[in-house]
């Protein structure tokens, strides 16, 4: 099979060889194993590569047969540290399944513009959300969860992970408040600096499930930096 | 059936625990050193055993040592103003077959890798920067972390951290390796070393 793929992840694997977890545009998230000594391999099997390859194999772990750079990406600063976020994201929450050609997309636009050095902060917020969408866990930003009744936009919600938002009743509720408008602006993909970590509060609880409630180490080591991670 | 006796298939297998190794080598291995040069044999048994029982790390760069400072913090005649930081000591011991460095080392015994679990405190680097905060005697870090995508988070990492500390950070060049042709370079190194060219005097 032939396609282009990205590289999430890389680690040794036996002696010889590399397992490397690739995000490809025929057929989602695959695990590839590469002969780590070619010498010409060592720099195009670094993350953030986009490459073209050949691979075979029917069940989980694919052989890498050919493997050709189509662009490298070269990110730095605080730019490489949120692809790296992004790659720890996409191996965690992935399975080895279907072709997903809007996370392919939206991937490929995130890689340009990390590479870039253009904020990156409410576009990272949008890929998540698209990628909780494309995984069933939609977040529900219209309606309240249970009563279905509309979000008001000078109402109070909180966030409850795998269910919805729950208006607030009384002002002594001690769950993080987010207002009504808040939602229906998120809904809109307009997402604005003042409202972006509040997104992310919600994003990384409706992620938790999917994450088997462990954050991202990389969310907990940039934890102390100021660049993108609270 | 196999061919030899317990302690022999033993042998060989721990031979199998070297990296490149496998099990037609492991058993030459064996049959070398049990056939032919039995001496030898007792020879690396003996430094193997001893070098696992005194070997450990150094208390303040983390290189092999048989003492509380290893061979090279015991030195006093090193530049006191620099500090190499490397991944591993084989890369330490490059930088020192380098011949162009004098300073003291740190060793992370490994890299920031996220997704692999390895974070700032696997790396040493709480004892590190209260070391360099408290003591005062770094004028200059030099950052020699691989050039892969974790080399580079690892030194993104740590300039960041020594920001407040007022000290110079530098990071070892990417760029043309000697005697090489361009043409044969891959893309990446080329734009680094484009990145990084210096003015060329005459
Ligand atoms: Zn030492």
Redesign the interface.
């Known amino acids: 099979m032939d396609t282009l793929a990205w590289i999430l ?1 890389v ?1 040794p694997f036996k ?2 060889c590399l397992l490397i977890d690739l995000l490809t545009q025929s057929s989602g998230k695959i695990t590839g194993v590469a002969y780590r000594k070619k010498k ?1 391999n060592a ?2 099997l ?3 590569n986009q490459l073209y390859i050949h691979w075979q194999g029917e069940k989980y772990l694919k052989t890498l047969k050919k493997i050709e ?1 189509m662009m ?1 990406f ?1 990110l ?3 730019y ?2 949120a692809g ?2 992004l ?2 994201l996409l ?2 929450v992935l399975s080895h399944t279907d072709a997903m050609p809007e996370i392919w997309t939206h991937y490929e636009q995130l890689m340009h513009h990390l590479s870039n050095q253009l904020s990156f902060n409410a576009h990272l917020r949008l890929f998540e959300k698209k990628l909780l969408a494309i995984l069933g866990y939609a977040l529900p930003l219209t309606h309240e969860a249970k009563s279905n009744t509309p979000i008001q936009p000078n109402a109070h919600y909180y966030f409850t992970a795998n269910e919805g938002f729950y208006r607030i009743n009384h002002a002594t509720e001690t769950k993080k408040i987010i207002p009504g408008w808040l939602l229906l602006q998120y809904h809109e993909d307009n997402i604005t600096l003042n409202i972006e970590p509040i997104l992310k509060y919600i994003n990384q609880t409706a992620m938790m499930p999917l994450l088997g409630y462990k954050p ?3 969310s ?3 934890s102390n ?1 100021t ?1 993108f991670i609270e | 059936m196999n061919i030899f006796p317990a302690s022999v298939q033993q042998l060989i297998k721990s031979f199998m625990y070297l ?4 099990p037609k080598s492991a058993e030459r291995m064996a049959l070398y050193l049990l056939g032919r040069y039995p001496a030898k044999g007792k020879t690396l048994a003996d430094s193997l055993s001893t070098a696992l029982e005194k070997v450990s790390y150094c208390l303040r760069c983390r290189h092999f040592s048989e003492k509380e400072l290893c061979v090279i913090c015991s030195d006093s005649t090193r530049d006191e103003r620099l500090l190499c930081i490397v991944e591993t000591a084989s890369d330490l011991s490059a930088m020192e077959q380098s011949g162009g460095y004098n300073g003291y080392y740190f060793v992370l015994m490994g890299r ?1 890798s ?4 390895v ?2 405190e696997e790396l040493g680097l709480t004892v590190l920067l209260s070391q360099l905060a408290s003591e005062k005697r770094v004028h200059e870090v030099i950052l020699a972390t691989n050039s ?2 974790e080399g ?2 690892t030194a ?2 740590l300039v ?1 951290q020594m920001k407040t500390l007022g000290l110079k950070v530098s990071r070892l060049a990417n760029g043309v390796p000697l005697g090489s042709e361009l043409e044969y370079m ?4 080329l ?2 070393a484009l990145d990084q060219r210096h003015i060329f005097e005459s």
């Not at chain 2, 996220?114 to 679990?117: A, E, L, M, T, V």
């Not at chain 2, 891959?186 to 190194?189: A, F, L």
Request: charge should be neutral.
């Open positions: 992840h680690r002696d010889q010409s720099a195009l670094q993350p953030f750079i490298p070269f730095k600063k605080q490489l540290l790296l976020y790659n720890e191996v965690k991202l180490n990389s907990l080591f940039f930096k660049l | 990296p490149g190794i496998g920031l996220p997704i692999d679990g974070g700032p892969t995508i580079e988070a993104y990492f960041d891959d893309k990446g190194t734009t680094c």
